[in-house]
């Protein structure tokens, strides 16, 4: 990808920001350069071909962006939009499954868990109605 390509990315991507967020011209300036740069760097260290196994990108503690390789808790919408990628098409491009958390297993666990005890708490309230 040319340098160029970074730049108009960049500015669709704070094109996008500024219709969901009033914005000065300093501020999309600023933010251009910003995601201009973290393009960069994301493509920098972007291998031809996936950092690891797409199967063991989502580990116990950490989830590994297959695009860049950085290691997140949760990856979210916000940095597979600098790949220029949703989640559904970053899970389709790598044969991840619809219905997988792009998030660290212990997380997930801990947060299933969570809606559970959620869950025994509202039908205890509802029992007592
Ligand atoms: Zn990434």
Redesign the pocket.
Known sequence: MEKMDFRTQAFEIARAQAGVRPMTATEVASYVAEVTQALES?MQDTPAKPVIDPRNSIGESYVT?L????KFKVMTIR??R??GLTAKGYKAKWGIKKDVSLAAKSLVRMRRKKMQEMRLWERKGNQEK
């Open positions: 994301a962006c695009e860049c390789g950085k940095h597979l600098l790949h």
